[in-house]
């Protein structure tokens, strides 16, 4: 492999996963039921307040999608991947199974997100991108942007779910 074949390679990984990052964030803020439906949801989800964490996770997506697709913080961006889609699998995804097609929408998705989040936070942008230009790419690849991607991520995840989450208690048989 060339150097611009592996650069290629990371500026499309960086743009997909950028754009879609973006999209969703601002379809939370502007699509459907707006940023009060998606507080809506994320209450319904055990995420108290709504509101902050519609917020929160619409944010951060418009934010992280946007340094992925220019290449820039990129494992800062990684980490936003890594902490929403988290949040994402603990909270929705996972206790409806594996295959997003299923009722409920399994885990597949945001389990493939996350780890192309940590690839991109060890792999680093590549030479296309506002890291490389600015130089910051060589102090933020591999060992380093993991651990920025563990702690600020999945760090970030914990913390959130450990002071917001509060999912409905059902009893037994119910």
Excluded: C
């Amino acid at each position: 492999m060339t150097p611009h074949s592996i650069d290629l390679a990371l500026l499309a990984l960086r743009v997909m996963v950028g754009g879609v990052f973006l999209a969703h964030g601002i379809n939370h803020v502007l699509g459907g039921g707006k940023i009060a439906g998606t507080g809506r949801w994320f209450e319904s989800l055990g995420m108290r307040p709504g509101w902050l964490h519609a917020w929160t996770a619409s944010l951060t997506e418009i934010g992280a999608g946007a340094l992925l697709v220019l290449g820039l913080l990129t494992s800062v961006a990684a980490a936003g991947v890594i902490g929403v889609m988290l949040v994402a699998l603990v909270t929705n995804h996972m206790k409806h199974g594996f295959f997003i097609f299923r009722p409920g929408e399994g885990y597949e998705y945001v389990l493939t997100l996350s780890v192309v989040g940590f690839a991109l936070a060890m792999l680093g942008p590549g030479g296309w991108s506002l890291d490389r230009a600015l130089g910051l790419d060589a102090h933020i690849l591999g060992w380093t942007g993991l651990w920025i991607a563990l702690g600020a991520g999945v760090g970030g995840a914990l913390a959130l779910l450990g002071a917001f989450w509060r999912p409905e208690r059902r009893p037994p048989g119910a």
